[in-house]
């Protein structure tokens, strides 16, 4: 597998989703969880990319509406779990963990990560991780369908991937879930230069996505449920990790 992998560009769709657009060869493109035909068909059509296939990381909507429109405009190849195809547009290839798929002259590798839905995977193409609803910038998914220690086991095997460069979730979450994490640690003086990032790439009018895992395992607090200091600042000090890791997504909740 290359150490680099091609440009991935963000399309946005709805108030806060991106699909991500990523060209693995001259003139072909991958996109991953298309909730809209439109605007994904839009940047295809005049970027002239031929769209080879669709990654799908979970069943719900926003991340699925524009599937089947897409595949049929453009013969696309539709790929998601196994364990939803009952529950996702029609697949063409339904995958399990640890399988590869071959994006052109590239490797695609799938790891379930159960949690936010019990079906929900993510994507590892070279350096770029799609990581759908599970990882967020400085944040994680809801637990609708799995529990804290599905999620929990799902983000430790996250974070203990080597050679991750780039963090393409699916949500522009950023601002909302470092106003969660100020709550969290209003005393860390290294968020300030984050923060002073976040809000300049807003006023702007630019993603703050991809984002990093060394960011995420400096400053997501759902990635740092086992660390002592994090642990003693919240008031946990002798819990367990996923005690933790439950508590800090319940004050998330209702936040």
Not at 43 to 51: A, E, F
Not at 72 to 81: N, S
């Amino acid at each position: 597998m290359p150490a680099t992998t091609p440009v991935v560009y963000p399309i946005p769709v709805g108030a806060d989703n991106y699909v991500w657009l990523m060209e693995t060869a001259a003139g072909d493109a991958v996109i991953f969880d298309p909730g809209d035909f439109a605007p994904v068909a839009d940047v295809l059509q005049r970027s002239r990319l031929n769209l080879t296939h669709i990654l799908i990381t979970h069943h719900h909507h926003d991340h699925t509406d524009g599937v089947t429109a897409l595949a049929r405009h453009f013969g696309a190849r539709v790929i998601g779990h196994a364990r939803d195809a009952g529950r996702l547009p029609p697949l063409d290839l339904a995958v399990g963990d640890g399988d590869a798929i071959p994006l052109g002259p590239l490797n695609c590798e799938v790891m379930a990560t159960p949690g936010h839905t019990l079906g929900h995977v993510v994507y590892r193409i070279g350096d770029a991780l799609f990581t759908g609803d599970t990882l967020f910038s400085l944040g994680c998914g809801r637990l609708f369908e799995g529990t804290a220690e599905m999620m929990w086991d799902s983000l430790r095997r996250l974070r203990a991937l080597s050679g991750i460069g780039r963090v393409f979730p699916a949500h522009e979450y950023t601002l909302a879930n470092l106003g969660f994490v100020l709550k969290l640690e209003p005393e860390r003086e290294d968020l300030a230069s984050l923060k002073w990032w976040v809000h300049e790439q807003i006023d702007q009018g630019k993603p703050t996505l991809p984002t990093t895992m060394e960011r995420e395992l400096q400053f997501n607090p759902f990635l740092r449920a086992d660390d002592p200091d994090f642990v003693q600042r919240i008031g946990m000090t002798g819990n367990t990790a996923v005690a933790v890791f439950a508590h800090v997504r319940t004050m998330r909740n209702h936040h």
